[in-house]
Nanobody, 123 residues
Framework: QVQLVESGGGLVQAGGSLRLSCAAS????????MGWFRQGPGKEREFVGA????????LYADSVKGRFFISRDNAENTAYLQMNNLKPRGTAVYYC????????????????WGQGTQVTVSS
């Protein structure tokens, strides 16, 4: 079992930045790849990005590439999503999730999910 808790969401103006955190507890964090997803109002959940077990490999959705950056600190059992130049379409609940070892853009590959944190981007 892995428990995930996101934090760092809030209200930000377009063009601003936020950093989300995902704190993990339970089984050893370093054995899991981490993914970030988001779900906007009335929209399907979509992939944002993912990071490998070691942090040496990342994968991003085209819509956030070059603006969002994922990192992890295995000693602190925490993953991060740095979001820069936020746009109003980035308004969503952001979720972190763990997969066994796959750095995947597909939600079906992730077993454990956090409760989400709201990000609202005003224009």
């Amino acid at each position: 079992q892995v428990q995930l808790v996101e934090s760092g969401g809030g209200l930000v103006q377009a063009g601003g930045s936020l950093r989300l955190s995902c704190a993990a507890s339970g089984r050893s964090f370093r054995y899991y790849s981490m993914g970030w997803f988001r779900q906007g109002p009335g929209k399907e959940r979509e992939f944002v990005g993912a990071i490998s077990l070691s942090g040496g490999s990342t994968l991003y959705a085209d819509s956030v590439k070059g603006r969002f950056f994922i990192s992890r600190d295995n000693a602190e059992n925490t993953a991060y999503l740095q979001m820069n130049n936020l746009k109003p379409r980035g308004t969503a609940v952001y979720y972190c999730a763990t997969s066994g070892g796959i750095t995947s853009p597909y939600g079906r590959d992730y077993s454990y999910w956090g409760q989400g944190t709201q990000v609202t981007v005003s224009s």
